[in-house]
């Protein structure tokens, strides 16, 4: 897979993209009011964003009265989210019994010694840029790593393809899909995708590329400096998110198999001196090597020394993440039910797949398994670890693998996005090439051109359009992002039997009453929950001041009914076991209505500016 000859090798268009697209996104991080923008803190935002600025202004990772007072500064809503952990002592002896170096760990003594409960290697790095440029300073880093991976990712694919092919793979892949988004996002998530994506550069770039035809400037990316420039990028990656390691295992398969035994041996040795060095600075900061572990709670106001009275004790969410719960993971009863939706969800889930939000990566594989001929041995390694990664987070964490309610399409899998570019064989087509471009933005362009209203709304994007074609994820029903409006999900109902509804749209209003009315001509798509086993669904309907047809579905089972005025009539929805959530049984159900009224302009004086459909009151059945 080596360049051919009839391939002009040329790196200035992807110079010049790559300045291009760093002068429109670093215009962008200088110029923009973030906190503003940002509508506030997201996810984990809140613990990076502290941590950044105390590692610009005090050089230190300590969590202290002067880091809360910051905050407010620009954010009056406070750090909602924070994770914070108490220190630990160590006392290290000498002597005594093999191996004669003894390390006693007890907890600080001092309740005023607080530290922040993540990853501290991405403020880190965004640390001097902080200092000079404040908050911004991590959207200018955020700016450079975009421009660096849509250069690297051109170079690569210019070995073996058109300069005009490889710019247009190489921008897609980037760009169509919800990855641009966390550009806004003061998170890892884009640094990791980032570090992936160049350590394997570095690893790969001379499998592709021949000596004698290498652009200048690339010539050391041909040696054994790029396999450990490699190491420490994918050490890094990998002490941000841990489950990074499976990603440097196909770069030693790969020198293994060369019988490259130095090579291998120096890179796999870099990269564990890199993870044991950042291990050893939270253990010097901290006392303990895990950065989730030990006493760590996550606050959402009050915060510890927000005054006098308020210190550890009493407040926060206990956050200790040493646990692994296999007693839910592996449930003989719902495993293998929870883990075939999973995969299905992972691909093409409305909320987290990989067809809606990472297209370029499906696009990728099925190259890949199309190409016969030009696929290689480190291909398939390639193909292995991430067929690895995915495995891991639907096994792991199968009822939260996207990440949590908050996020665009599944931040989790940002880390291991990168890798699938690898995976491209050598193509001509431009059509071909534009093809990623075509199907990526058409589901999530409105997300990439709109990240801080996106970002703040989350379950917006899949209310209207092609994303409501795609199955609900009813293995995450309680971090679904519309979970974010607490109106909207969880809604008790029902007099005799209680049971919760999740509103997945803006087509049905708030609960009045016993029941909730559906907007005119639209589809209200929600979740039924309850733990008591249920027959049927029974949906009492009453018509307003027009006529209207109701269609209510669940699954293939549908049933209608016209409604005069005023006229109610109840259609019952037969249920089947539904699908087992956390010792729960839930349904997707939705109601339909061909017309609808404004109270406003009816015969009775009315202030009721919605347009109604149809009054629902739902009840469930034994």
């Given amino acids: 897979m080596n360049a051919q000859a009839g391939h002009r090798i040329d790196p200035f268009p992807g110079v010049i993209a790559a300045l291009v697209l760093f002068c429109a996104y670093g215009g962008l991080a200088l110029s923009v009011d973030f906190p503003r923008a940002a509508f506030g803190f997201h996810s984990d935002e809140a613990t990076y964003y502290m941590m950044g600025l105390s590692l610009a202004n005090d050089r230190d990772l300590a969590y202290r009265r002067e880091d809360l007072m910051r ?5 009056p809503s406070g750090p909602s989210g924070v994770f914070l952990k ?27 010694e607080l530290f922040y409960g993540k990853s501290y290697v991405y403020p880190l790095v965004a640390a001097p840029m902080v200092r000079i440029l404040g908050t911004n300073g991590f959207l200018l880093l955020h700016a450079l790593l975009l421009g660096a991976m849509l250069l690297a990712g051109y170079l690569f694919l210019n070995a073996r393809s ?16 919800v990855a641009p988004a966390y550009f806004v996002w003061i998170t890892p998530e884009l640094f990791n995708l980032s570090f992936v994506f160049l350590g394997y550069f570095c690893w790969l770039y001379k499998e592709v590329m021949p000596g004698d035809r290498a652009p200048r400037g690339t010539r050391w990316l041909l040696g054994a400096g790029s396999d450990l420039m490699a190491a420490l990028l994918l050490g890094v990656a990998t002490f941000s998110k841990p489950s990074n390691l499976l990603l440097i295992l196909p770069v030693l398969a790969w020198m293994v198999y060369r019988r490259r035994w130095k090579r291998a041996l120096a890179t796999g040795l870099l990269f564990g001196l890199c993870g044991v060095a950042l291990l050893a600075g ?3 900061t901290t006392g303990e090597w895990n950065y989730q572990g030990g006493d760590r709670r996550t606050f959402y106001g009050p915060y510890p020394f927000q005054d006098r009275q308020t210190g550890w004790e009493g407040v926060g969410q206990d956050r200790v993440t040493s646990r692994v719960m296999t007693e839910v993971i592996f449930d003989r009863r719902v495993f293998w039910t929870v883990f075939s939706r999973n995969l299905a969800y992972f691909a093409v889930g409305r909320y987290s797949g990989l067809v809606p939000y990472f297209f370029p990566a499906v696009f990728s594989a099925a190259a890949f398994l199309l190409a016969r001929r030009r696929r290689t041995g480190w291909q398939w390694l390639i193909g292995a670890a991430a067929a690895a990664e995915i495995l891991l987070l639907v096994v792991w964490i199968p009822y939260n693998y996207f990440g949590g309610g908050g996020v665009l399409g599944n931040r989790y899998f940002m880390n291991t996005y990168g890798v699938f570019f ?9 059509p071909l090439a534009l093809l990623p471009w075509a199907v990526g933005c058409f589901f999530s362009a409105q997300i990439a051109l709109n990240p801080f209203v996106a970002s703040y709304n989350p379950a917006e994007p899949a209310k209207r359009g092609p994303l409501r074609l795609l199955p609900v994820e009813l293995t995450l029903v309680n971090d679904l992002p519309t979970n974010t409006q607490a109106n909207r999900a969880r809604v008790w109902f029902g007099q005799e039997r209680r049971f919760q509804i999740y509103f997945l749209d803006d087509n049905a209003y708030a609960r009045e009453g016993l029941g909730f009315w559906v907007r005119g001509h639209a589809r209200a798509e929600f979740l039924v929950k309850t733990v008591e086993p249920a027959t049927a669904l029974d949906l009492t309907l009453t018509a307003g001041n027009r006529d209207v047809r109701v269609t209510a579905r669940r699954g293939w089972s549908s049933r209608s009914a016209d409604l005069r005025q005023g006229q109610t009539t109840t259609l019952t929805i037969p249920l089947d076991d539904g699908f087992p959530y956390l010792g729960t049984r839930v349904w997707t159900v939705s109601v339909s209505t061909d017309s609808g009224f404004v109270p406003l302009f009816g015969s009775t004086p009315s202030e009721d500016t919605r347009f109604l459909g149809v009054q629902v009151t739902p009840e469930l059945r034994r």
């Fill in 282 to 284: 939270n253990v010097a």
């Fill in 422 to 430: 690898f995976l491209l064989p050598a193509i001509e087509s431009m």
């Fill in 162 to 177: 058109s300069p005009g092919v490889s710019l247009v793979l190489a921008a897609g892949f980037l760009m169509a899909s």
């Fill in 71 to 75: 905050v407010w500064r620009e954010f």
């Fill in 86 to 112: 108490k220190g630990r002592d160590l006392e290290v002896r000498w002597g005594g019994r093999f191996p004669f170096v003894h390390v006693e760990s007890r907890p600080d003594p001092d309740a005023a």
